[in-house]
C-alpha cells in the first residue's frame, strides 16, 4: 500500500500565500508518484486534525512562524509522526537570524556584522554606517526587509508604523554589495549553485522570488573553481553545524571588488525553502538528477522523528 502523506501547506504566518503554492505543486507531485495525498490547510486544531488523519508522513510545505521555527515539529514528535526537512531544534536556531549567526560563525561559516534592538530604537538614527540592512529577526522570504542607502539621511519612517506586523526585535546588518548566489544542501550533498539577477530589484526580495519573470537564474554560477568549492562546502558546514535535515537552502552575497579574492559572506539558511514553480530548490535538484516528483519522494522517504 502507498504511504498516506498529510502534506501541511497554509497557516496563518505572513508567508500563508507561498505555503499554498509549494503545498499544491507538492501535493500534485506526490499523487503523480503514487502516494495518498492529504492537502491539510493548517489551522489552529491541526493536531486533531493529523490523528483523525493518521498520516505514515506528514509533509512540511509550511513557511514562516509556527512553520518553520520548531512548533509545528514539535507536534509533529509529540504525536508521533515522521516529519520532513528539519527538526525542533534546527529549526527553531535557524529561523532566528541572531542566534543562527553565532552558530555558523562558530563554525567558520563568513557572516556580516550586525546587531539586533528594538525597531523603535533603529528608527531613532543610523545603527550601522550607510549603506545597511534591516531584517525582522525571525521571518522569512524577505517580509519586512529595508535597505538603508548610502546616501539616506535617517533611518526608515517605516519602523515607527503602528502596524509593522513583523514583530519588535529587527536586526540591522551591514549591507553586503555583489551577486547573489545560492546553493541547496540535500542530505549530506551539495547541489550546484544559482546565481540571482534580480531585475529591477535591488535585492533578491518577495517580488524577485516568486513573480514570473521576477528575477532570471544562472545554474551553474559563472565562479572560479575553488569559490564555486568554497562555497559548497561551506553551505555544507551550515547544515550541519546548525543540526538541519533533509533539503536546506544557504543564501550568499559575493562581491569581487574586495581584495583579490573578493568577500564571501552567508545571509541565512532556510530550512524550508520553497516548492513553488518559481523556487530555486528545485530548479538545482533538477540540474543534479532530481525531477520535482523524485525531489518530493527523496524527501518522504528521507522523513523521520528525532530529526
Not at 214 to 219: I, R, V
Not at 256 to 271: A, M, Q, R, Y
Request: proline share 6%.
Amino acid at each position: 500500500m502507498a504511504k498516506h502523506v498529510a502534506v501541511l501547506m497554509g497557516g496563518w504566518s505572513t508567508e500563508r500565500p507561498v505555503s499554498l503554492s509549494s503545498g499544491k505543486e507538492c501535493a500534485d507531485a506526490l499523487e503523480a508518484s503514487g502516494f495518498t495525498v492529504s492537502r491539510v490547510d493548517v489551522q489552529r486544531d491541526i493536531a486533531s486534525v493529523l490523528s483523525d488523519l493518521k498520516p505514515d508522513v506528514a509533509f512540511n510545505a509550511l513557511h514562516g512562524p509556527y512553520g518553520e521555527d520548531g512548533c509545528i515539529q514539535g507536534l509533529l514528535e509529540v504525536l508521533g509522526i515522521p516529519y520532513t526537512h528539519s527538526g525542533v531544534m534546527a529549526s527553531s536556531v535557524a529561523m532566528n537570524k541572531e542566534k543562527a549567526k553565532d552558530i555558523m560563525r562558530a563554525a567558520g561559516v563568513p557572516v556580516a556584522e550586525s546587531k539586533v534592538m528594538h525597531r523603535l530604537d533603529a528608527a531613532k538614527e543610523h545603527a550601522l554606517p550607510t549603506p545597511y540592512v534591516i531584517k525582522p529577526v525571525s521571518e522569512g522570504s524577505s517580509f519586512g526587509v529595508l535597505i538603508v542607502t548610502k546616501d539616506q539621511q535617517h533611518p526608515p519612517k517605516e519602523l515607527y508604523s503602528a502596524d509593522w506586523p513583523y514583530g519588535d526585535i529587527v536586526m540591522v546588518e551591514r549591507y553586503i554589495a555583489g551577486r547573489e548566489l545560492t546553493c541547496a544542501a540535500m542530505g549530506d550533498r551539495a547541489l550546484d549553485i544559482i546565481d540571482i539577477a534580480s531585475d529591477d530589484h535591488i535585492f533578491y526580495n518577495y517580488d524577485a522570488k516568486y513573480a514570473p519573470g521576477g528575477s532570471s537564474h544562472t545554474l551553474p554560477a559563472e565562479l572560479k573553481p575553488n569559490v564555486y568549492e568554497y562555497i559548497q562546502s561551506l553551505t555544507i558546514s551550515a547544515h550541519h553545524a546548525l543540526g538541519c535535515r533533509g533539503i536546506s537552502r544557504a543564501d550568499f552575497r559575493y562581491d569581487e571588488s574586495v581584495g583579490d579574492e573578493g568577500e564571501l559572506i552567508c545571509l541565512e539558511v532556510n530550512t524550508q525553502p520553497g516548492m513553488t514553480p518559481t523556487s530555486l530548490v528545485p530548479e538545482m535538484a533538477a540540474k543534479a538528477g532530481f525531477d520535482f516528483e523524485q525531489l518530493v519522494t527523496w524527501m518522504v522517504e528521507d522523513a523521520s522523528c528525532d530529526r
